[in-house]
């Protein structure tokens, strides 16, 4: 009998999971495969396209300059998402709910709205230029953007959220008491954070650092619009040969090593700390 | 760490002005977008030396700008209805369901998050030019609905771990069918948290560049495509009208869902 009435509730189940697994499969897994099929085969299996990436000067000084930017976009987002997350985990959980809002309204704008408004602070008659040349700081305006440092400064903007939100979830699971015992040790400030605090965070750490450099490394619209010709990253490759070149085997090629490297960041990164944490943590 | 924040030694005050920077750098461009949308004048300066709506009116008063408008509402709107229906089915069987396979599929469904939004969109554009589909609004909602799907599933199964079961149970063993006990007592209490996905559903796709970038037409654009086509030749000021108009569209579905949940905590606990 128990049987009889378990196997029914797992066809009902399934059965309710159906609709949004075939969308998937037809719309994402499919395609996903056709991306790796093209990659390897035209007119007979090849590994040409790959071979292309790592052998041409020009694609492996893009994959270069992908990393590259990567990181110094993970380093800002470190530097400045971590002090604030430790403010906000330190308030009350009113108060940080509050300036919540601050960090939740430009994560959930736009990434285009996001990117046109630093191309409005940053551009040549720009309102940073304007204010810097008022204020006697430069006599001409600086190229703050269409180069690398209009990138990093546009991308930090864009993923800073992403690090708060990771590392503030991991910062709230810490036991206060912990810091106050340090502290009635006789522990300075400083070396209560240093030796109790810091140690506790380091899987938020971990976990806004894996995540941000990984979106950085698949990032399009923002150093499309923000970088110069010379900074090009892997996305806007992917889509230049798509669209104008028309090389799709070779697009496909591209976006299979962007996707391995994606994935295996990922797994790393669902190890320290679940995936949709940080969207149940702002929603 | 209330009482921490009280005792705030000069180390203290130094992260705590950090903090409010970053704050602010966080806050300022959204900010000092919608302001100087109501310029006046022919440049983007800051503060704007006289207000107006001028920007507005050539966003609203050109064609091309309503036209995409409406292209964005229909595919936000379509790929609303098919995520949130999709996305409630699956949180109710993952929630409530005990089978095998669980972790998989839950992985399986959030995935589209974490598959960067550029490959997905080449692999639908090269799915949909086969079955020459490109330029359709039904397109580019299907794939918006890949991408808002696993918004849906968390919210919707998050949603549904905090609904007392019992009150299902209740109703069942009074004699209530399935379909009844989920009709009448399941969907009323669930229904914040559904509207709340419904509207970031609706948010996801809005936003979204990519996949309409790809799937649109030349005359079936969404916003976000037509803002790209303009700004990949200029910084044009009307966009910082429509800018601020997407921003809106953005506070206005955080500030209902912000409500809806207020509400739904207190039904539900």
């Known amino acids: ?283 | 760490m209330g009482e921490e924040g009280q005792r705030t030694g000069p180390g203290g005050v130094a992260v705590i002005a950090l903090a409010v920077a970053v704050l602010v750098f966080l806050i300022a461009p959204v900010v000092i977008i919608v302001i100087v949308s109501f310029s006046g004048a022919d440049y983007l300066t800051f503060p704007p030396p006289y207000l107006s709506l001028r920007w507005y009116q050539r966003f609203l008063g050109t064609r091309s700008w309503r036209q995409a408008i409406g292209v964005s509402t229909q595919v936000a709107l379509l790929t609303m209805v098919f995520a949130t229906t999709l996305g409630l089915l699956a949180a109710l069987a993952l929630v409530r369901g005990r089978f095998r396979g669980k972790g998989v599929i839950y992985a399986v469904l959030l995935s589209p998050m974490i598959v960067p939004t550029i490959i997905t969109a080449i692999g639908l554009y090269f799915f949909f030019v086969r079955l020459k589909a490109t330029g359709s609004i039904l397109a580019m909602a299907l794939g918006h609905t890949v991408l808002a799907l696993p918004v849906v599933v968390i919210i919707m199964a998050a949603a549904l771990q905090g609904f007392d079961m019992r009150l299902e149970q209740a109703a069942l063993s009074l004699g209530a069918s399935r379909l009844t006990a989920l009709r009448r007592i399941t969907l009323p209490l669930i229904l914040p948290g559904l509207l709340s996905a419904a509207l970031f559903a609706f948010l996801t796709s809005f936003d979204e560049l990519l996949i309409p970038l790809f799937l649109s037409g030349v005359e079936i654009q969404t916003l976000t495509v037509r803002i790209w086509n303009s700004l990949i030749l200029e910084v044009d000021p009307t966009i910082a009208a429509v800018s601020s108009f997407l921003i809106g569209v953005t506070a206005v579905v955080l500030g209902a869902s912000a409500l809806l949940r207020g509400r739904g905590d207190a039904t539900t606990t």
Request: overall charge positive; charged content about 15%.
């Open chain 1, 1 to 283: 009998m128990k049987s009889i009435e378990e196997g029914r509730e797992t066809r009902r189940n399934l059965l309710l999971l159906l609709p949004a697994l075939l969308l998937l499969a037809l719309l994402f897994a499919y395609p996903l495969l056709g991306i790796v099929n093209r990659s390897v085969y035209k007119a007979g299996y090849t590994l040409d396209f790959y071979r292309q990436i790592f052998r041409v000067p020009v694609y492996l000084q893009v994959l270069g300059a992908t990393f590259k930017v990567s990181a110094l976009v993970t380093i800002v987002c470190l530097a400045l998402g971590y002090p604030l997350a430790y403010m906000l985990a330190t308030r009350r959980p009113r108060t940080a709910q509050l300036l919540m809002i601050i960090v939740v309204l430009p994560f959930f704008t736009s990434i285009i709205v996001r990117t046109y408004a630093w191309m409005v602070l940053l551009g040549r008659n720009g309102i940073v230029n304007q204010y810097l040349i008022a204020l006697g700081l430069t006599d001409k305006p600086l190229a703050l953007l269409y180069n690398q440092a209009g990138v990093v400064i546009g991308m930090s903007y864009v993923l800073l959220p992403y690090m708060v939100l990771t590392v503030y979830s991991v910062m709230r699971g810490i036991d206060p008491g912990l810091v106050r015992a340090a502290h009635s040790l006789g522990a300075s400030r400083f070396q209560a954070f240093r030796r109790v605090f810091l140690p506790l965070s380091l899987p938020g750490i971990a976990g806004g650092t894996l995540l941000v450099f990984i979106l950085s490394l698949g990032f399009f619209i923002t150093p499309a619009l923000m970088g110069g010709p010379g900074d090009m990253m892997i996305a806007m490759l992917i889509e230049r040969e798509v669209e104008i070149t028309l090389n799709w085997s070779f697009a496909s090629a591209l976006a299979v090593v962007l996707l391995a490297l994606t994935l295996a960041g990922f797994a790393g990164y669902n190890r320290i700390v679940r995936l949709e944490r940080i969207f149940e943590g702002r929603s």
